[in-house]
């Protein structure tokens, strides 16, 4: 198997405003890690922000 295909990366977009630009606050453990979107200033915990990519994600993964 090659390597290359377990180095990807897959950009994660705000649902609200689709941007890409973000900052990242982690926290102690995945449940209170948020990320604030730049353009819309939304917050969004990890895990939301994943799930709101899951589609995203899916379709890269494969």
């Known amino acids: ?5 377990y180095q990807r990366s897959i950009g994660l977009q ?3 405003c689709g941007c890409t630009d ?3 606050e982690q926290g102690v453990d ?3 890690e948020l990320a ?3 353009s819309c ?5 990890k895990n939301e922000l994943i ?3 899951s ?3 899916q379709e890269h993964v494969f």
């Open 1 to 5: 198997m090659k390597d290359e295909k």
């Open 14 to 16: 705000f649902p609200t």
């Open 22 to 24: 973000y900052e990242y």
């Open 30 to 32: 995945e449940t209170i």
């Open 36 to 38: 604030k979107c730049a």
């Open 41 to 45: 200033d939304r917050e969004l915990t």
């Open 51 to 53: 799930h709101e990519n």
């Open 55 to 57: 589609k995203n994600i």
